[in-house]
């Protein structure tokens, strides 16, 4: 004869161990050792002859189903940022309906907004409608501005007289008012003015000075 043992169900990469019981030895179908743990790749019966010191023999049944784990895509709109940008990380899963948890911040949904302060991993585990879990990371480089600092000859001037305005810290500068590209411009304006410079660092993040 036969006995059917109640289904097993485990997550794909989950281990599982089969036991024959009322038995001496057992022989398991499908390479599978009596009581040592093993990964099933997908859902299937496994049968074991059990055999007593008598040599009689039965079969029984076991039915493991192996529910798949959410399955990751990310979306980032920018994975290399300057400090104080915000972007937006998206989970993507092909596995139905998933709840999602975030650290560090501790966010519930599949897009969160982070400007973090230095270069941070993102850290998501989604739990599908099998309860099935998966965790997967996403990388935030954080590079720092440039420390634009400017210096004047004369901040203060008669009419008609001309003073430079020198800016120092980046690798590249705009002046305005005028669009003057050089580190140092010099300016006769003719009523007070303030004159504001955007320095771009090496890593293409910039910071403004006046």
């Given at each position: 004869g036969s006995i059917a043992y109640p289904s097993d169900t485990i997550c794909y990469g989950d281990s599982v161990m089969l036991n024959g019981t009322g038995a001496s030895q057992?022989?398991?179908?499908?390479?599978?050792?009596?009581?040592?743990?093993?990964?099933?790749?997908g859902s299937g019966t496994y049968t074991v002859i059990g055999t007593d010191v008598y040599g009689c023999s039965q079969t029984a049944f076991k039915e493991i189903i192996v529910n798949p784990k959410p399955n990751f895509q990310f979306i980032s709109a920018y994975?290399?940022?300057?400090?104080?940008?915000?972007?937006?990380?998206?989970?993507?899963?092909?596995?139905?309906?998933?709840?999602?948890?975030?650290?560090?911040?501790?966010?519930?949904?599949?897009?969160i907004l982070v400007a973090p302060l230095s270069t941070t991993i993102?850290?998501?585990?989604?739990t599908n409608i099998n309860g099935c879990t998966n965790t997967a990371t996403s990388l935030v480089t954080v590079n720092q501005l440039p420390i634009v600092t400017t210096s004047t000859t004369n901040a203060s001037i008669c009419a008609g007289q001309v003073t430079t305005i020198t800016a120092n810290g980046a690798?590249?500068?705009?002046?305005?008012?005028?669009?003057?590209?050089?580190?140092?411009i010099s300016v006769s304006p003719t009523t007070t003015t303030t004159?504001?410079?955007t320095g771009t660092g090496a890593s293409g993040c910039t910071k403004t000075a006046t």
């Open positions: 057992y022989f398991w179908t499908g390479g599978v050792i009596d009581s040592v743990k093993f990964m099933p790749v994975s290399i940022i300057c400090l104080g940008q915000p972007t937006t990380i998206t989970a993507i899963t092909a596995s139905g309906p998933t709840n999602y948890f975030w650290q560090p911040g501790s966010y519930t949904s599949s897009s993102y850290t998501v585990t989604a690798n590249n500068y705009v002046w305005q008012p005028g669009n003057s590209t050089n580190s140092s004159y504001t410079v």
